[in-house]
């Protein structure tokens, strides 16, 4: 599938997100592992990143473009963060620090995610940036995840509330997953940056 403007209708879209997610797997782990690394080069020079100290990622699963690489030789002022799904809040998110320590289980997605220990979480709120997982992104920010909505209830204060800057929301992806258009709904919360294999793209936009 080659860049292209995405369907409105709901059927649409859910075909658009299976042949992009069957694109995305049938990259081979030498071609998943080569074109996340160089996305991995991409953030690492922007100053947005090397600037920011609360750091949220996500561990890869069927095929995504793999972050985890941003941990390696961090700067000294950086913390990492996994999310977890809130026991308190349904269809949000928790970010818990990730170290060596951190011990991990299954959620109810069979998705590995730390415990989820009061004391070593983050309020999203209070991270720095966030790099976020996705199916496509258009060249206005606008984002298309796995349809559960999870960051757009997590982030939905950064609609609600426009002078709160933080956290910026990093896509990570690989580059046939940038698309064209796609329809923005208002509940979407879009994206401030991404990273592909082939560019760092920074929107700038904010919420429209």
């Known amino acids: 599938?080659?860049?292209?403007?995405?369907?409105?209708?709901?059927?649409?879209?859910?075909?658009?997100?299976r042949a992009l997610q069957q694109q995305r797997a049938s990259l081979s782990t030498h071609q998943q592992k080569?074109?996340?690394l160089q996305a991995v080069q991409h953030l690492k020079t922007q100053p947005t990143f090397r600037n920011a100290k609360h750091i949220a990622l996500y561990l890869p699963v069927r095929g995504e473009a793999d972050p985890r690489q941003l941990r390696y030789r961090p700067l000294p002022?950086?913390?990492f963060y996994l999310p977890v799904?809130?026991?308190f809040h349904d269809n949000r998110l928790w970010f818990v620090r990730w170290n060596a320590q951190t011990r991990f289980r299954l959620n109810r997605f069979r998705i590995p995610e730390p415990?989820?220990?009061?004391r070593h979480s983050r309020p999203a709120r209070w991270l720095d940036m966030v790099i976020t997982p996705l199916v496509a992104f258009d060249m206005h920010?606008?984002?298309?995840g796995m349809g559960g909505g999870?960051?757009?209830?997590t982030f939905a204060f950064k609609r609600t509330q426009?002078?709160?800057m933080r956290p910026r929301l990093c896509g990570f992806a690989y580059d046939f997953q940038k698309i064209d258009h796609i329809e923005r709904q208002r509940w979407d919360i879009p994206l401030d940056d991404a990273t592909s294999d082939a560019s760092f793209l920074r929107f700038g936009t904010g919420i429209y």
Do not use: C
């Not at 599938?1 to 997100?17: E, F, I, V």
């Not at 415990?115 to 009061?118: G, K």
């Not at 999870?150 to 209830?153: K, L, S």
């Open 34 to 36: 080569t074109l996340s």
């Open 85 to 87: 799904l809130s026991p």
């Open 141 to 144: 920010g606008t984002r298309m």
């Open 115 to 118: 415990y989820p220990y009061y």
């Open 1 to 17: 599938m080659t860049s292209s403007t995405l369907p409105t209708s709901d059927q649409a879209k859910r075909s658009t997100r």
């Open 162 to 164: 426009r002078h709160q």
């Open 77 to 79: 002022h950086q913390q």
């Open 150 to 153: 999870f960051y757009d209830r």
